[in-house]
């Protein structure tokens, strides 16, 4: 596997000028390739890899999968804690994420119509965000399908459940000097990934 490291120096943090710099690094690639989007904290399953391939389409389709999200180890079962691996689901091992939206599978065409990364977003969250508002132009609030229309013919967005991809947890620092909308974001996110409420209620019992 031929693997490209772009170095960004000195400069804030910013997923989305990191992904841009990359795309600009890989002008062999063609607008049909296809581009998996993902993050250094994930474990990923040959099976996860197959349906990403299947559930994008050049020109036709999107793919935003939901990732298994593990909650802190701290909180966990005593079964959980006997699993070797970590492609388990237990209710207090973790929660599929619904609200995140970082992991993408596109071919390279698609996300430059579709406009790309915004650049002027730092620090942590919100980059994927928008680019998953610019991908969605008509959405069915009662469907995991969304459609959308980049240009003619129509492109879907796709967001399921993905057994196969498993954000494995870390402790997340929320920068207090990030816009009020990231910290927010940040926030939530490191709430909704300490303890699973079956972890809360029992603790919570054990101090009453």
């Known amino acids: 596997m031929d693997v490209k490291i772009v170095e960004m120096k000195d400069e804030p943090f910013s997923r989305g000028i990191a992904l841009t710099s990359m795309l600009r690094g890989s002008s062999h690639l063609s607008d ?14 040959c099976d996860a890899l197959r349906r990403i391939q299947l559930n994008t389409i050049y020109k036709a389709q999107v793919f ?34 619904h609200f995140g939206y970082g992991l993408a599978a596109l071919y390279k065409g698609d996300l430059h119509s579709i406009g790309g990364f915004n ?20 959405s069915n609030p009662h469907s995991l399908l969304f459609i959308y229309s980049l240009q003619s013919p129509s492109h879907r967005v796709i967001r399921a459940p993905e057994p196969g991809l498993i954000h494995i947890y870390h402790p997340i620092h929320c920068d207090p000097s990030m816009p009020s909308a990231q910290l927010a974001m940040c926030q939530g996110s490191k709430a909704a990934s300490l303890a699973s409420i079956d972890s809360l209620v029992q603790t919570l019992n054990h101090v009453s």
């Open 32 to 45: 049909d390739s296809l581009l998996f989007l993902t993050d250094v904290d994930m474990l990923i399953s």
């Open 64 to 97: 935003f999968p939901i990732v298994f999200s593990e909650f802190s180890p701290d909180s966990w079962s005593e079964n959980d804690r006997l699993l070797a691996d970590s492609f388990h689901y237990g209710r207090r091992r973790g929660y599929f994420r």
């Open 119 to 138: 650049t002027s977003i730092t620090g942590w969250g919100m980059e994927d965000v928008d680019l998953f508002e610019k991908a969605v132009k008509v």
